[in-house]
C-alpha cells in the first residue's frame, strides 16, 4: 500500500480511471438514459452521439464501445479522438441499413460573368451568392441554414454544382435557385436542379428502443511517469 501511494505521488503509475455506460440511441432528441455516473451523452447527428466527461482527465488511454441490437449481432462503434480540453468523446453508431444520402446537381444554361444568386431548401434561403462562388462558397451558405447541418458541394459556376446531402439525410426536398440576378453579356440565365441519387431513408439502427450502446473508456489523470 505505501508503495502504492509513493508510486502515484512521484508519477510513476497514473490514476487509471474506469469510465463506462450505456444509453439508448432511438429517436432524434436527447438519448434515453443520457447521464450516468462521471458521463453524460449528447446526439450530435444521425449515429453520432458524444460523451461529456464531468471530470478533465489528460490522456484517454483506450475506448471501447459497442451498438447492442435486440434482433441482430453486436456492431463495433467508431471512437473519435479524445478532446481533453473540452473534456469529450464521439462515438459513432454504425448504420447496418444504410441512408442513401441524396445528391442534387445545380447547372446553369450559361457560364455566368455578373451578378448574384441564391438557393432555397425547405423555406429558408442563402446569403446572396456571386455569380462565381466557389464550392467552398456555396457550401458554407447552405450549411448556414437552420434546416442544413451537413453537406458536401463539388464543381465551379461554369461547370455547375454537385450537392451531396449528409444531415439531413434520406430523401430531402430539392433545393432551388434564384437565378433572376445573374447574367451572361447581359444575357438572362437560367438554372436547373436535377436530383441525380434520390436519398433513401432505410431503417435507422436506433429506431428501436431495445437497442444499446454500450462503451467503456480507460483514462488517466496527473502526471504519466516514465
Known amino acids: 500500500m505505501a508503495n502504492r501511494i509513493f ?5 510513476l503509475v497514473p490514476e487509471m480511471i474506469s469510465l463506462s455506460g450505456s444509453f439508448a440511441p432511438a429517436g432524434t432528441g436527447a438519448p434515453t438514459a443520457s447521464k450516468g455516473k462521471g458521463w453524460s451523452v449528447a446526439r ?3 449515429g453520432h452521439f458524444r460523451v461529456t466527461l464531468e471530470r478533465k482527465y489528460t490522456t484517454l488511454v483506450s475506448a471501447l464501445a459497442t451498438l447492442q441490437l435486440a ?3 453486436d456492431k463495433e462503434c467508431l471512437i473519435g479522438p479524445y478532446d481533453a480540453d473540452n ?3 464521439d462515438i459513432f453508431v454504425p448504420d447496418i441499413s444504410a441512408f442513401v444520402n441524396e445528391i442534387q446537381d445545380i447547372d446553369f444554361n450559361s457560364v455566368p460573368t455578373t451578378g448574384v444568386w441564391t438557393i432555397s431548401f425547405d423555406g429558408e434561403t442563402t446569403e446572396e451568392l456571386a455569380y462565381n462562388a466557389n464550392a ?4 458554407a451558405a447552405l450549411e448556414s441554414l437552420s434546416n442544413i447541418a ?4 463539388t464543381g465551379d459556376y ?3 454544382f454537385t450537392i451531396t446531402f449528409a444531415d439531413p439525410a434520406g430523401p430531402v426536398a430539392d433545393v432551388t435557385v434564384d437565378d433572376t440576378g445573374i447574367l451572361t453579356n447581359s444575357t438572362a440565365i437560367e438554372a436547373s436542379v436535377v436530383e441525380t441519387t434520390p436519398g433513401v431513408s432505410g431503417a435507422d439502427v436506433s429506431a428501436n428502443a431495445n437497442n444499446r450502446v454500450n462503451f467503456r473508456f480507460f ?3 496527473g502526471k504519466v511517469g516514465l
Do not use: Q
Not at 7 to 11: H, S, Y
Not at 136 to 139: C, D, L, Q
Open 219 to 221: 483514462v488517466t489523470h
Open 44 to 46: 450530435v447527428g444521425v
Open 7 to 11: 508510486k502515484k505521488l512521484f508519477g
Open 87 to 89: 473534456r469529450t468523446i
Open 158 to 160: 461554369a461547370s455547375g
Open 150 to 153: 451537413d453537406v458536401s458541394v
Open 136 to 139: 467552398a462558397v456555396v457550401e
Open 71 to 73: 434482433s441482430a449481432d
